[in-house]
């Protein structure tokens, strides 16, 4: 029996050593991917967080959120004069 263990008349199995040693780079390798994308997800958002802090500073609606004159807007009513 070549590659096994005997003891006692039972035959145990070899370890696999590469298989093991593939699992374990296999879990680091997705433990590093996963810092990295959680990394960038943060960079992402204080990019978000700088942008739209310079944008809070600026007085400026836009354009979508700006009712012409004399149009109520929506779910509103004007009040008639």
């Given at each position: 029996m070549v590659g096994s263990a005997v003891i006692k008349?039972?035959?145990l199995?070899?370890?696999n050593y590469q298989f093991?040693?593939?699992?374990r780079d296999l879990a680091k390798k997705n433990k590093k991917?996963?810092?990295r994308q959680r990394k960038l997800a943060?960079?992402?958002?204080?990019?978000a967080c700088a942008a739209g802090a310079g944008e809070?500073?600026?007085d400026a609606t836009p354009p979508s959120t700006v009712a012409p004159a004399g149009v109520a807007?929506?779910?509103e009513t004007?009040?008639?004069t």
């Open positions: 008349g039972v035959v199995a070899k370890p093991e040693k593939r699992q991917e996963e810092k943060e960079k992402t958002a204080e990019d809070a500073t600026t807007p929506a779910g004007l009040p008639e």
